[in-house]
């Protein structure tokens, strides 16, 4: 059996305040009025969050990010059924990457990171436990979470569970014993958020040339004839009306160079 020397927990140590302090930056207090206040998850850079249904009661919420900043949030998807809940908001910080939790082993070192009896940012160090599956006579109602021994209070719901490296694994949602903690596999998030439109930035817009006459002659441009649907929802989300078509002569965009241009967008 190895043994860990005082050198070596110190680096354990040091490594593992690294992750939480990167974690706490994709991590927001969530506030329902009467409903009480939970956790959340930055899902995507333009201000997505993912928390649990049971934290997002009521369709209007304030969100604080951990240096107190407060922005309104907005409920736009809930499923008790799995114990999610998508809030649009401000930007607030920057997305966890997303690891599959059937790649973890048992025993290794997982780390809640939120908001428990409202002190922000707080953690919680443990192993994970394995998968815990759920039995129903019902097929759909059958649930999988993931298990760890980390201690969570109230206000940790809605808030990330993560690996070593600090990928989210996990939504946290319950505790079942003493140090038993279950959470939301990560993938059951992503595919929540998908099916309700959230999603990861990109240009989602199709162009081609077309011909403008003028005194001078005929000149080439580059026309956005059309724009995605999840553009679309983002945009009207966050920036009111947009423009649909929009001409820019050329040479100082073409459809090359559009995609070469695309951070201006």
């Not at 040091?14 to 992750?19: I, K, P, Q, S, Y």
């Not at 436990?129 to 021994?149: I, M």
């Not at 004839?225 to 009111?240: D, L, V």
Request: charged share 20%.
């Amino acid at each position: 059996m190895a043994i860990l020397t005082n050198g070596a927990l110190a680096a354990v140590a040091a490594d593992a305040a690294e992750v939480v302090e990167r974690v706490r930056r994709s991590v927001v207090l969530v506030r329902a009025g009467d409903a009480g206040q939970g956790s959340g998850i930055v899902w995507s850079a333009p201000g997505q969050i993912i928390t649990n249904a049971h934290v997002a009661q009521h369709q209007r919420l304030v969100v604080e990010t951990q240096t107190g900043r407060s922005h309104e949030g907005l409920v736009v998807a809930r499923d008790p059924s799995l114990d999610l809940a998508l809030i649009e908001t401000e930007s607030v910080g920057p997305p966890l990457e997303i690891a599959r939790s059937s790649d973890l082993r048992v025993g290794e070192i997982v780390i809640a990171v939120g908001n428990p009896l409202g002190v922000r940012g707080a953690a919680s160090i443990g192993v994970y436990c394995g998968l815990h599956r759920t039995e129903d006579n019902e097929p759909q109602a059958r649930r999988t979470y993931v298990r760890a021994d980390v201690d969570l209070y109230p206000g940790n719901s809605g808030g990330p569970l993560v690996d070593s490296r600090g990928r989210l694994i996990g939504i946290n949602t319950m505790v079942t014993g003493p140090g038993f903690a279950l959470a939301i596999p990560a993938e059951a998030a992503r595919k929540m958020a998908a099916a309700h439109g959230a999603f990861e930035p990109r240009l989602g817009i199709r162009v081609r040339e077309v011909e403008l006459g003028s005194a001078h002659g005929t000149r080439r441009a580059t026309r956005r004839n059309s724009i995605s649907s999840t553009m679309a929802r983002a945009s009207a989300s966050s920036f009111g009306n947009v423009c649909s078509v929009i001409f820019v002569p050329s040479p100082f965009c073409d459809q090359s160079a559009l995609g070469r241009r695309r951070t201006f967008f």
